[in-house]
């Protein structure tokens, strides 16, 4: 069983980045496919990104692309989601997941979900 942990959220202005990290505990994380989703409050628990358990595939939605990046280091188990160019609507709560080898931008697709990282853009 994977357990995940995410870090790195916190306050940052309009324009700004952040660098989040989710580390994960247990057995064969290396084979798990991960993902990003974002929940902003009174909204459903959206797709941001996902790697395959590889690194090498990588998908995002379009309302983050060409201003974040997943990537991932499987010898530190952990994947890492870099934040540029931020906006006041990439406000909300960050959960990183996992589930087997293939990625997946379906929120129902991950069996295993980290407990959040709250990130803020002010204007």
């Known amino acids: 069983q994977v357990q995940l942990v995410e870090s790195g959220g916190g306050l940052v202005q309009a324009g700004g980045s952040l660098r989040l990290s989710c580390v994960a505990s247990?057995?064969?994380?290396?084979?798990?496919?991960v993902g990003w989703f974002r929940q902003a409050p009174g909204k459903e628990r959206d797709f941001v990104a996902a790697v395959n358990w590889e690194g090498v595939t990588t998908t995002y939605a379009d309302s983050v692309k060409g201003r974040f990046t997943i990537s991932r280091e499987n010898a530190k188990n952990t994947v890492y989601l870099q934040m540029n160019s931020l906006k006041p609507e990439d406000t909300a709560v960050y959960y990183c997941?996992?589930?087997?080898?293939?990625?997946?931008?379906?929120?129902?697709?991950?069996?295993?979900w980290g407990q959040g990282t709250q990130v803020t853009v002010s204007a």
């Open positions: 247990g057995r064969a994380f290396s084979f798990n496919a």
């Open positions: 997941a996992a589930r087997p080898l293939m990625l997946s931008s379906t929120r129902e697709d991950y069996p295993t």
